[in-house]
């Protein structure tokens, strides 16, 4: 399997997933860090994670898959939401509580 296979059947077959670096207990970046803390707030105690670290494939793949550049990712639904600062400006204004719920 490819590693975009990999990711599309990652995306798909998760409510919330999120690719990181490292994991959520013990995040390896200050934005994967703070995507996971936005997440808790929202109330999302199992989000499934990928740390990017540990398969470069993926971690180039995933850049490709959502033609972003950064991580991290993360993705509602099967749907690419953004990096960890538009998830900290939809945590702002309510937007991501909504479509967490």
Known sequence: MSAQDTIREQ?????VVLYMKGTPQFPQCGFSANA???????????????NVL???????GIKEYANWPTIPQLYVNGEFVGGSDIMQEMFKNGELQKLLA
């Not at 936005?38 to 105690?45: A, E, Q, W, Y």
């Open 11 to 15: 995306v798909t077959s998760h409510k």
């Open 36 to 50: 996971t803390q936005i997440l808790k707030s929202c109330g999302v105690t199992d989000p499934f994670t990928v």
């Open 54 to 60: 540990a398969d470069p494939e993926i971690r180039q």
